[in-house]
């Protein structure tokens, strides 16, 4: 593995260097307020360990008052209820245009407060605007059905509306902090909803930044607001009364927690949450491709991404050759600070998610696994850079093959027959994605359908589109996000009968 320590920031917008001088505040009512209390929290470069900006930490009084702020902008009579589907729908455009417009700047924020490659923020920053273009054509078409009525005697007509639930809690992670974002604030917007947005705490600055372009373009006071927080900011917002339906990606455990306390007022629920996704290469498929789907399936996005392909399945004739091309990947891998051209993948989120990666690569070497790239070596001193690592002699009993570390970690198990197969591939409580690699195109779509999963690859990995619906099987969460699908679970469907004298 080859490695870069620089942390060459000379190309910083002079906008960035202005944003991350001043104390981030919370946007309520489309207001910056500090905190109710007053309490900042730092947010941390994980290139560095350094500070970069100080940012207010709400409370349970400040989400109440993002709450009502949410529900003034949403009740008859506001400005955003009077805005018509075609007006919100322009709007909508505007902000995907001003995205586009702040790229840089937020692609350099959200590389300084995740760790990602600048050229991989740019990417998120692309989806966050196409997001906003492509529901923005949603806006006008939430269409409802006439249905027939059969009373004999009696005439009706019946049909169907959709209509926004009301005020929605977006509570998002740290991996991809912009794109999560908008994946909880489009859908909800373009179906008339209105959002308190709650960023991972790790990663809040291009929320934050965001939430002055919604601004910038005209979104109406209090349509979104963003409370920037630890859980239990977070735990207040999910067990608010005033909120009628909590959006969450993130872990399975936190999850589960929000399903129990959105009991409180049988709130509306949808989750994305945690994977571990099987990656199962056949004999006969393509195996430099296959090789380079690994890779990128395993080590995307510094591994921090709950659909990659972290449990690998070779058949026993070419497992040799494929360990071999992914150890060799691995390897070749320059492991630096994201604003650094050279480098290929910058560091985990945070310290604690660099202990817990490492912990489980230490775990598995314990538990007598083989390490054939990367391990628990830190390249430096300062920052959390974690190596890409393969490991293979693993069992399907260790931690290693059943939790999700959400680093850049693969395990690679030799498999026979199809049967086999696909029984350990579907051997686990997540659900989220999966993937196969066969040239016999039979093989790879019986494979795919057997397994056991939201979204399943064919002879690729991380083929993408904001048309797709996404989510998962199992433990890896309720309802669906993006595409037509995903404007479902924001709306609720109104039954109209009248009756024709």
């Known amino acids: 593995m080859t490695t870069t320590v620089s942390n060459d920031y000379s190309a910083l917008l002079p906008s960035v260097r202005e944003f991350l001088s001043k104390p981030q505040q919370l946007l309520i009512g489309g207001a910056w307020i500090d905190a109710a209390d007053g309490k900042t929290f730092d947010t941390i470069n994980p290139a560095t360990e350094e500070v970069l900006a100080q940012v207010a930490q709400g409370s349970a009084q400040d989400v109440d008052k993002a709450v009502a702020a949410a529900r003034t902008a949403f009740e008859d009579g506001s400005p955003w209820s009077r805005m018509t589907p075609r007006e919100r729908s322009h709007l909508m455009w505007r902000i995907g245009d001003l995205i586009d417009e702040h790229a840089e700047e937020l692609a350099q924020l959200e590389s300084l407060d995740n760790g ?180 990128l399936g395993g080590y995307f996005n510094e591994g921090q991404c709950c659909v990659n392909g972290s449990r690998l399945y070779v058949q026993r004739s070419v497992f040799d050759q494929v360990i071999e091309g992914v150890a060799a990947a691995a390897k070749a891998f320059t492991v630096g600070d994201g604003f650094n051209s050279a480098s290929d993948m910058g560091p985990l989120v945070s310290q604690e998610q660099h202990d817990k990666v490492l912990g489980y690569i230490r775990g598995a070497l314990h538990d007598g696994a083989t390490i054939n790239a990367g391990g628990p070596d830190a390249p430096f001193s300062k920052g959390y850079f974690v190596q890409p690592t393969l490991i293979t002699g693993v069992t399907e009993s260790m931690a290693i093959q059943t939790d999700e570390i959400f680093g850049p970690v693969i395990t690679a198990i030799p498999f026979d027959t199809e049967d086999e197969v696909v029984q350990a591939a579907n051997n686990t409580v997540y659900g989220l994605a999966a993937g196969v690699w066969s040239q016999n195109i039979g093989t790879a779509h019986r494979v795919g359908a057997r397994l056991r999963a939201g979204t399943v690859w064919l002879n690729t990995w991380h083929a993408d589109d904001v048309t797709l619906p996404r989510g998962g099987y199992k433990q890896s969460g309720w309802g669906r996000e993006l595409g037509s699908f995903g404007l479902d679970d924001y709306t609720e469907l109104k039954t109209v009968i009248a009756e024709l004298r």
């Open 116 to 295: 990602k490659r600048v050229v991989s923020a740019h990417g998120d920053v692309g989806v966050a605007a196409e997001l906003f273009r492509y529901f923005a054509g949603w806006a006008t078409k939430m269409e409802g059905t006439s249905i027939p009525m059969s009373v004999p005697g009696r005439d009706f007509h019946a049909y169907t509306r959709r209509e926004p639930i009301g005020v929605v809690a977006g509570i998002v992670p740290w991996n991809f902090p912009l794109t999560m974002a908008c994946f909880k604030i489009v859908p909800a917007i373009t179906a008339g909803n209105t959002v308190v947005l709650k960023p991972a705490e790790q990663t809040p600055l291009t929320a934050l930044r965001l939430g002055q372009l919604l601004l910038d373009a005209g979104l109406p006071a209090g349509v979104v607001n963003v409370v920037t927080g630890f859980g239990d900011t977070g735990a207040a917002l999910v067990e608010h009364h005033g909120v009628d339906k909590v959006a969450f990606t993130g872990s399975t455990e936190v999850g589960k927690k929000i399903a129990a306390a959105a009991a409180g007022n049988l709130k509306k629920v949808s989750l994305e949450l945690g994977g571990k996704a099987p990656n199962i290469i056949f004999a006969d498929a393509d195996i430099d491709a296959a090789i380079a789907g690994a890779v």
